[in-house]
Protein backbone atom coordinates (compact mmCIF):
# COMPACT_ATOMS: atom_id res chain seq x y z
CA UNK A 1 0.00 0.00 0.00
CA UNK A 2 1.17 3.38 -0.63
CA UNK A 3 2.09 6.20 1.67
CA UNK A 4 2.82 9.05 1.90
CA UNK A 5 4.25 10.07 5.22
CA UNK A 6 6.92 13.22 4.36
CA UNK A 7 5.41 16.55 2.55
CA UNK A 8 8.00 19.30 1.54
CA UNK A 9 6.18 22.71 1.73
CA UNK A 10 7.15 25.11 -0.90
CA UNK A 11 6.24 27.94 1.20
CA UNK A 12 8.05 30.35 -0.87
CA UNK A 13 8.53 30.04 -4.75
CA UNK A 14 11.29 32.37 -4.66
CA UNK A 15 15.05 32.70 -3.36
CA UNK A 16 17.88 35.37 -1.83
CA UNK A 17 20.28 33.35 -3.25
CA UNK A 18 20.89 32.46 -6.71
CA UNK A 19 23.33 29.33 -6.80
CA UNK A 20 24.20 27.85 -9.60
CA UNK A 21 23.72 24.14 -9.25
CA UNK A 22 19.86 25.10 -7.65
CA UNK A 23 17.54 22.36 -9.03
CA UNK A 24 14.75 25.43 -8.23
CA UNK A 25 16.05 28.04 -10.85
CA UNK A 26 19.21 27.01 -12.69
CA UNK A 27 19.41 23.45 -13.92
CA UNK A 28 15.87 22.67 -16.60
CA UNK A 29 13.19 24.19 -15.34
CA UNK A 30 11.65 27.46 -15.14
CA UNK A 31 7.96 26.64 -14.47
CA UNK A 32 8.38 28.43 -10.51
CA UNK A 33 7.63 31.71 -12.74
CA UNK A 34 4.52 30.84 -13.02
CA UNK A 35 3.66 30.12 -9.30
CA UNK A 36 2.94 32.59 -6.70
CA UNK A 37 5.78 33.94 -4.68
CA UNK A 38 3.91 32.19 -0.78
CA UNK A 39 1.98 29.66 0.00
CA UNK A 40 -1.17 31.76 1.40
CA UNK A 41 -2.67 30.58 5.03
CA UNK A 42 -5.70 29.06 2.88
CA UNK A 43 -3.36 26.69 1.20
CA UNK A 44 -2.18 25.31 4.26
CA UNK A 45 -5.78 25.30 5.85
CA UNK A 46 -7.15 23.17 2.93
CA UNK A 47 -4.23 21.07 3.21
CA UNK A 48 -4.20 20.56 6.74
CA UNK A 49 -7.85 19.03 6.49
CA UNK A 50 -7.00 16.87 3.22
CA UNK A 51 -4.05 15.48 4.64
CA UNK A 52 -5.98 14.78 7.80
CA UNK A 53 -8.54 12.64 5.93
CA UNK A 54 -5.66 11.16 3.82
CA UNK A 55 -4.14 10.12 7.28
CA UNK A 56 -7.30 8.54 8.59
CA UNK A 57 -7.83 6.77 5.38
CA UNK A 58 -4.42 5.45 5.34
CA UNK A 59 -3.79 4.84 9.17
CA UNK A 60 -0.61 7.25 8.81
CA UNK A 61 0.62 7.55 12.56
CA UNK A 62 3.82 9.66 11.42
CA UNK A 63 3.92 13.19 9.87
CA UNK A 64 6.71 14.91 8.55
CA UNK A 65 6.52 18.42 7.65
CA UNK A 66 9.02 20.18 5.87
CA UNK A 67 9.23 23.83 5.26
CA UNK A 68 11.22 24.75 2.31
CA UNK A 69 11.25 26.75 -0.78
CA UNK A 70 13.19 28.79 -2.69
CA UNK A 71 14.21 29.97 0.49
CA UNK A 72 11.48 29.49 3.21
CA UNK A 73 12.52 32.01 5.44
CA UNK A 74 10.91 34.55 3.06
CA UNK A 75 7.29 33.32 4.23
CA UNK A 76 6.71 35.43 7.22
CA UNK A 77 7.05 34.37 11.06
CA UNK A 78 3.00 35.04 11.57
CA UNK A 79 2.49 31.92 8.71
CA UNK A 80 4.76 29.33 10.62
CA UNK A 81 2.70 30.22 14.04
CA UNK A 82 -0.50 29.86 12.22
CA UNK A 83 0.49 27.23 9.65
CA UNK A 84 1.71 24.78 12.92
CA UNK A 85 -1.24 25.56 14.51
CA UNK A 86 -3.51 24.55 12.04
CA UNK A 87 -1.59 21.03 11.17
CA UNK A 88 -1.71 20.44 15.13
CA UNK A 89 -5.33 21.42 15.74
CA UNK A 90 -6.77 19.87 12.37
CA UNK A 91 -4.64 16.30 12.26
CA UNK A 92 -4.94 14.26 15.90
CA UNK A 93 -3.26 11.17 16.55
CA UNK A 94 -0.27 11.65 14.59
CA UNK A 95 2.79 12.43 15.73
CA UNK A 96 4.92 15.19 14.08
CA UNK A 97 8.05 16.27 13.18
CA UNK A 98 8.61 19.67 11.81
CA UNK A 99 11.61 20.51 10.04
CA UNK A 100 12.90 23.39 7.82
CA UNK A 101 16.30 23.51 5.43
CA UNK A 102 17.68 27.01 4.89
CA UNK A 103 20.22 29.07 3.26
CA UNK A 104 20.64 30.85 7.23
CA UNK A 105 21.80 34.44 5.48
CA UNK A 106 18.28 35.83 7.56
CA UNK A 107 18.65 33.21 10.24
CA UNK A 108 18.82 35.57 13.36
CA UNK A 109 17.82 35.27 16.92
CA UNK A 110 14.22 36.50 16.16
CA UNK A 111 13.98 33.29 13.72
CA UNK A 112 15.73 31.35 15.25
CA UNK A 113 13.77 31.76 19.14
CA UNK A 114 10.45 31.17 16.58
CA UNK A 115 11.57 27.96 15.64
CA UNK A 116 12.50 26.62 18.97
CA UNK A 117 9.10 27.42 20.28
CA UNK A 118 7.17 25.49 17.39
CA UNK A 119 9.44 22.75 17.71
CA UNK A 120 10.94 23.06 14.24
CA UNK A 121 14.22 21.62 13.50
CA UNK A 122 16.58 23.91 11.29
CA UNK A 123 18.73 22.80 8.84
CA UNK A 124 21.50 25.34 7.12
CA UNK A 125 22.85 24.42 3.56
CA UNK A 126 26.51 25.35 3.26
CA UNK A 127 29.03 24.10 0.80
CA UNK A 128 32.27 24.35 2.43
CA UNK A 129 35.32 26.66 2.91
CA UNK A 130 34.25 30.43 2.01
CA UNK A 131 36.39 30.64 -1.74
CA UNK A 132 34.42 27.18 -2.50
CA UNK A 133 30.94 28.33 -1.06
CA UNK A 134 30.97 31.87 -2.09
CA UNK A 135 31.63 30.28 -6.09
CA UNK A 136 28.21 28.52 -5.80
CA UNK A 137 25.81 30.14 -2.89
CA UNK A 138 26.08 33.60 -4.28
CA UNK A 139 23.17 36.41 -3.49
CA UNK A 140 21.89 38.06 -6.96
CA UNK A 141 24.68 40.65 -6.84
CA UNK A 142 27.19 38.06 -7.23
CA UNK A 143 28.32 38.16 -3.78
CA UNK A 144 29.14 35.26 -1.56
CA UNK A 145 27.04 34.00 1.49
CA UNK A 146 29.48 32.33 2.96
CA UNK A 147 29.92 34.71 6.04
CA UNK A 148 26.19 35.22 6.89
CA UNK A 149 25.58 31.80 6.71
CA UNK A 150 28.40 30.92 9.20
CA UNK A 151 26.97 33.73 11.61
CA UNK A 152 23.91 31.70 11.33
CA UNK A 153 25.97 28.28 12.06
CA UNK A 154 27.22 29.37 15.25
CA UNK A 155 23.99 31.30 16.22
CA UNK A 156 21.89 27.82 15.15
CA UNK A 157 24.02 25.69 17.30
CA UNK A 158 22.92 27.79 20.58
CA UNK A 159 19.31 26.76 19.87
CA UNK A 160 20.39 22.99 19.20
CA UNK A 161 20.38 24.06 15.93
CA UNK A 162 22.99 21.42 14.94
CA UNK A 163 22.44 19.81 11.00
CA UNK A 164 24.32 21.20 7.83
CA UNK A 165 23.67 19.92 4.50
CA UNK A 166 26.59 20.22 1.97
CA UNK A 167 26.63 19.53 -1.74
CA UNK A 168 29.89 17.17 -2.75
CA UNK A 169 32.34 19.87 -4.57
CA UNK A 170 35.20 18.27 -6.40
CA UNK A 171 37.43 21.41 -6.44
CA UNK A 172 37.58 20.66 -2.57
CA UNK A 173 40.26 19.18 -1.64
CA UNK A 174 38.74 16.21 0.89
CA UNK A 175 41.48 17.41 3.75
CA UNK A 176 40.68 21.24 3.12
CA UNK A 177 36.51 19.67 3.17
CA UNK A 178 36.90 17.96 6.55
CA UNK A 179 38.95 20.93 8.31
CA UNK A 180 36.29 23.01 7.55
CA UNK A 181 33.61 20.30 8.62
CA UNK A 182 35.45 20.11 11.83
CA UNK A 183 36.06 24.04 12.63
CA UNK A 184 31.66 23.92 12.10
CA UNK A 185 31.86 21.99 15.08
CA UNK A 186 28.14 20.96 14.80
CA UNK A 187 27.05 17.04 14.89
CA UNK A 188 24.90 16.41 12.12
CA UNK A 189 26.08 16.59 9.01
CA UNK A 190 24.92 15.11 5.41
CA UNK A 191 26.35 15.48 1.79
CA UNK A 192 24.55 15.44 -1.08
CA UNK A 193 25.98 14.10 -4.66
CA UNK A 194 25.10 17.09 -6.99
CA UNK A 195 22.19 16.84 -9.17
CA UNK A 196 22.60 15.75 -12.77
CA UNK A 197 22.08 12.76 -15.69
CA UNK A 198 23.21 11.59 -18.29
CA UNK A 199 22.17 14.29 -21.05
CA UNK A 200 23.32 17.08 -17.58
CA UNK A 201 26.25 15.77 -16.38
CA UNK A 202 27.22 16.64 -12.83
CA UNK A 203 30.58 18.57 -12.36
CA UNK A 204 33.57 16.43 -13.14
CA UNK A 205 32.30 13.77 -15.61
CA UNK A 206 33.88 13.84 -18.32
CA UNK A 207 31.32 12.77 -21.11
CA UNK A 208 33.59 10.49 -22.97
CA UNK A 209 34.13 8.47 -19.86
CA UNK A 210 31.29 8.27 -17.83
CA UNK A 211 30.88 4.73 -16.18
CA UNK A 212 34.07 3.55 -17.21
CA UNK A 213 36.48 1.97 -15.23
CA UNK A 214 38.96 4.39 -14.28
CA UNK A 215 36.59 7.56 -14.34
CA UNK A 216 34.75 7.25 -10.86
CA UNK A 217 35.81 11.03 -9.47
CA UNK A 218 32.79 11.18 -6.82
CA UNK A 219 34.13 8.01 -4.91
CA UNK A 220 37.43 9.19 -5.41
CA UNK A 221 36.82 12.03 -3.39
CA UNK A 222 34.29 10.40 -0.82
CA UNK A 223 36.95 7.27 -0.02
CA UNK A 224 39.54 10.34 1.07
CA UNK A 225 37.13 11.80 3.00
CA UNK A 226 35.64 8.64 4.88
CA UNK A 227 39.67 7.52 5.73
CA UNK A 228 39.75 10.53 7.45
CA UNK A 229 36.46 10.39 8.96
CA UNK A 230 37.29 6.89 9.91
CA UNK A 231 40.56 8.08 11.69
CA UNK A 232 38.85 11.02 13.68
CA UNK A 233 38.05 9.81 17.19
CA UNK A 234 35.85 12.93 17.85
CA UNK A 235 34.05 12.72 14.19
CA UNK A 236 30.86 14.32 13.48
CA UNK A 237 27.46 11.94 12.31
CA UNK A 238 27.72 12.24 8.35
CA UNK A 239 24.69 10.81 7.33
CA UNK A 240 25.75 9.79 3.96
CA UNK A 241 28.53 7.29 5.14
CA UNK A 242 26.78 6.15 7.91
CA UNK A 243 23.51 5.17 6.02
CA UNK A 244 25.90 3.12 3.30
CA UNK A 245 27.68 1.01 6.81
CA UNK A 246 24.40 0.30 7.72
CA UNK A 247 23.18 -0.43 4.45
CA UNK A 248 26.15 -3.10 4.26
CA UNK A 249 25.74 -4.30 7.97
CA UNK A 250 22.19 -5.23 6.54
CA UNK A 251 20.04 -2.90 7.97
CA UNK A 252 16.50 -2.48 6.50
CA UNK A 253 16.91 1.61 5.59
CA UNK A 254 17.66 4.40 2.97
CA UNK A 255 16.11 7.25 1.16
CA UNK A 256 15.55 8.68 -2.13
CA UNK A 257 19.34 7.90 -2.76
CA UNK A 258 20.10 4.35 -1.37
CA UNK A 259 18.71 1.68 -0.42
CA UNK A 260 15.31 -0.44 -0.97
CA UNK A 261 12.53 1.56 0.93
CA UNK A 262 10.06 3.56 -0.90
CA UNK A 263 9.88 7.10 -1.26
CA UNK A 264 6.62 8.62 0.53
CA UNK A 265 7.55 11.93 -0.14
CA UNK A 266 5.63 14.67 -1.90
CA UNK A 267 5.81 18.21 -2.46
CA UNK A 268 3.05 21.20 -2.31
CA UNK A 269 4.13 23.47 -4.41
CA UNK A 270 2.84 27.80 -3.44
CA UNK A 271 -0.20 27.69 -5.53
CA UNK A 272 -1.44 23.91 -3.73
CA UNK A 273 0.04 22.19 -6.79
CA UNK A 274 0.68 17.98 -5.51
CA UNK A 275 3.98 16.78 -6.99
CA UNK A 276 6.65 14.25 -6.84
CA UNK A 277 9.79 14.99 -4.99
CA UNK A 278 11.12 18.49 -6.37
CA UNK A 279 14.79 17.29 -7.31
CA UNK A 280 13.94 15.77 -10.38
CA UNK A 281 13.02 18.64 -12.02
CA UNK A 282 16.84 19.08 -12.88
CA UNK A 283 15.64 16.07 -15.64
CA UNK A 284 13.99 19.04 -17.96
CA UNK A 285 11.45 21.24 -17.82
CA UNK A 286 8.01 20.28 -16.24
CA UNK A 287 8.49 16.77 -15.52
CA UNK A 288 7.04 16.71 -12.19
CA UNK A 289 4.07 19.19 -13.44
CA UNK A 290 0.41 17.01 -13.59
CA UNK A 291 -2.93 18.44 -12.83
CA UNK A 292 -3.08 17.66 -9.20
CA UNK A 293 -3.71 20.27 -6.97
CA UNK A 294 -5.02 20.48 -3.36
CA UNK A 295 -8.03 22.28 -3.52
CA UNK A 296 -9.47 19.74 -6.12
CA UNK A 297 -7.67 16.59 -5.90
CA UNK A 298 -6.97 14.45 -3.19
CA UNK A 299 -3.90 13.41 -1.34
CA UNK A 300 -4.38 10.25 -2.91
CA UNK A 301 -4.63 11.44 -6.09
CA UNK A 302 -1.19 11.74 -6.34
CA UNK A 303 -0.69 7.79 -6.24
CA UNK A 304 -1.95 7.15 -9.59
CA UNK A 305 0.58 10.06 -10.99
CA UNK A 306 2.96 7.92 -13.63
CA UNK A 307 5.73 9.40 -12.49
CA UNK A 308 4.79 9.50 -8.08
CA UNK A 309 4.89 5.51 -8.85
CA UNK A 310 7.97 5.41 -10.36
CA UNK A 311 9.47 7.66 -7.72
CA UNK A 312 7.87 6.00 -5.07
CA UNK A 313 9.06 3.14 -5.99
CA UNK A 314 12.16 4.14 -7.74
CA UNK A 315 14.72 1.43 -5.87
CA UNK A 316 12.48 -1.49 -6.70
CA UNK A 317 11.99 0.12 -10.35
CA UNK A 318 14.92 -0.95 -12.00
CA UNK A 319 17.07 -0.68 -15.10
CA UNK A 320 18.10 -4.46 -15.99
CA UNK A 321 21.79 -4.08 -14.86
CA UNK A 322 20.79 -3.06 -11.67
CA UNK A 323 18.42 -5.96 -11.71
CA UNK A 324 21.80 -8.64 -11.97
CA UNK A 325 23.88 -5.88 -9.56
CA UNK A 326 24.90 -8.05 -6.20
CA UNK A 327 25.14 -4.12 -4.82
CA UNK A 328 21.24 -3.47 -5.98
CA UNK A 329 19.99 -3.73 -1.70
CA UNK A 330 22.39 -1.03 -0.99
CA UNK A 331 22.35 1.00 -3.70
CA UNK A 332 18.63 0.79 -5.17
CA UNK A 333 19.49 1.81 -8.47
CA UNK A 334 20.27 5.13 -6.88
CA UNK A 335 18.10 8.27 -6.72
CA UNK A 336 15.47 8.71 -9.68
CA UNK A 337 16.87 12.08 -11.00
CA UNK A 338 20.49 10.97 -11.70
CA UNK A 339 19.06 7.52 -13.26
CA UNK A 340 17.34 10.07 -16.47
CA UNK A 341 18.32 10.54 -20.07
CA UNK A 342 16.80 11.55 -23.05
CA UNK A 343 17.52 8.52 -24.66
CA UNK A 344 16.21 6.06 -22.38
CA UNK A 345 14.28 7.86 -19.49
CA UNK A 346 14.71 6.33 -16.52
CA UNK A 347 15.68 3.04 -17.64
CA UNK A 348 19.11 3.26 -16.65
CA UNK A 349 21.73 2.82 -13.88
CA UNK A 350 22.50 6.09 -11.62
CA UNK A 351 25.25 8.45 -13.61
CA UNK A 352 26.92 7.66 -10.42
CA UNK A 353 26.62 3.65 -10.84
CA UNK A 354 30.63 2.91 -11.43
CA UNK A 355 31.46 5.18 -8.28
CA UNK A 356 28.85 3.36 -5.41
CA UNK A 357 30.19 0.32 -6.86
CA UNK A 358 33.68 1.59 -5.53
CA UNK A 359 32.99 3.69 -2.97
CA UNK A 360 30.61 0.68 -1.65
CA UNK A 361 33.45 -2.02 -2.21
CA UNK A 362 35.77 0.45 -0.56
CA UNK A 363 33.46 0.75 2.69
CA UNK A 364 32.71 -2.99 3.16
CA UNK A 365 36.14 -4.22 2.55
CA UNK A 366 37.58 -1.68 5.18
CA UNK A 367 34.55 -2.93 7.25
CA UNK A 368 36.11 -6.64 7.38
CA UNK A 369 39.62 -5.45 7.38
CA UNK A 370 38.51 -3.25 10.57
CA UNK A 371 37.36 -6.53 12.46
CA UNK A 372 38.69 -10.05 13.85
CA UNK A 373 38.22 -13.14 11.74
CA UNK A 374 35.82 -14.93 14.19
CA UNK A 375 33.80 -11.99 14.10
CA UNK A 376 33.62 -12.05 9.94
CA UNK A 377 33.00 -15.26 9.13
CA UNK A 378 29.67 -15.12 11.45
CA UNK A 379 29.03 -11.95 9.38
CA UNK A 380 26.99 -12.45 5.99
CA UNK A 381 29.41 -9.77 3.93
CA UNK A 382 32.62 -10.65 1.71
CA UNK A 383 35.57 -8.75 0.86
CA UNK A 384 34.53 -6.97 -3.06
CA UNK A 385 36.24 -6.36 -5.87
CA UNK A 386 35.47 -3.58 -7.65
CA UNK A 387 36.52 -4.39 -11.37
CA UNK A 388 34.80 -7.99 -11.25
CA UNK A 389 31.51 -5.71 -9.74
CA UNK A 390 32.01 -3.68 -12.86
CA UNK A 391 32.16 -6.37 -15.43
CA UNK A 392 29.31 -8.62 -13.48
CA UNK A 393 27.14 -6.06 -14.27
CA UNK A 394 27.96 -5.37 -17.39
CA UNK A 395 27.87 -9.10 -18.30
CA UNK A 396 25.37 -10.39 -16.12
CA UNK A 397 21.83 -11.04 -17.80
CA UNK A 398 20.26 -13.78 -15.96
CA UNK A 399 17.30 -11.68 -14.24
CA UNK A 400 15.65 -10.04 -17.22
CA UNK A 401 13.13 -6.24 -16.40
CA UNK A 402 9.72 -6.74 -16.28
CA UNK A 403 8.65 -5.35 -19.86
CA UNK A 404 5.69 -2.89 -18.48
CA UNK A 405 8.40 -1.96 -16.00
CA UNK A 406 11.03 -0.90 -18.91
CA UNK A 407 7.83 0.53 -19.98
CA UNK A 408 6.98 2.73 -17.60
CA UNK A 409 10.50 4.15 -16.88
CA UNK A 410 11.29 4.72 -20.47
CA UNK A 411 8.32 6.99 -20.76
CA UNK A 412 9.64 9.66 -19.31
CA UNK A 413 12.03 10.49 -22.33
CA UNK A 414 9.62 12.30 -23.84
CA UNK A 415 8.60 16.06 -23.62
CA UNK A 416 5.96 17.35 -20.64
CA UNK A 417 3.91 18.53 -23.25
CA UNK A 418 3.04 14.67 -24.26
CA UNK A 419 1.85 14.25 -20.68
CA UNK A 420 -1.25 16.55 -21.67
CA UNK A 421 -0.54 18.46 -18.61
CA UNK A 422 -2.80 22.18 -18.23
CA UNK A 423 -1.90 23.93 -15.45
S1 LIG B 1 25.65 0.02 -8.43
FE1 LIG B 1 25.03 0.51 -10.52
S2 LIG B 1 24.21 -1.38 -11.36
FE2 LIG B 1 24.33 -1.63 -9.12
S3 LIG B 1 22.28 -1.06 -8.38
FE3 LIG B 1 23.58 0.76 -8.33
S4 LIG B 1 23.23 1.82 -10.24
FE4 LIG B 1 22.49 -0.27 -10.46
Known sequence: MKKITSFVLKVASRCNLNCSYCYMYNLG????????????????????????????????????????G???LLWSMDNYKKSVEIFTKTIKNVTFDFAL????????????????????RVGISMDG?????????????????????????????????????????????????????????????????????????????????????DHTPYADWLIEVFKIWKTDTNRPMIRFFRTL???????????????????????????????????IRACYEGITRNNLNIFNNSIEDLHDDPLFEIYFN???????K????????ICGGGFLGNRYSNENGFDNPTIYCYDTIKLVSFIQNDILSSLPNDINNSLEI????????????????????????????????????ERNITC
Open 129 to 213: PKKHHDKYRVFHNGKGSYDKVMTAIERGKKYGFNSILSVVNLDISPEEFYDELKNLDVQNFNLLLPDGHYDNLPDGFHSDKVNTI
Open 70 to 72: GEP
Open 101 to 120: QTNGVTLDDKWCQLFKNLNI
Open 382 to 417: HSLDYAEMVHEINISTSSKIDKSIKNKLNSFKSNVK
Open 29 to 68: DNTYLSQPKFMSIETITIFAMKLNEYCIRNDVKYLQIVFH
Open 314 to 320: SHSMLNE
Open 245 to 279: IELIMGEQIGDQMLGTLTNGVAVLETNGALEVSDS
Open 322 to 329: CINCLLSN
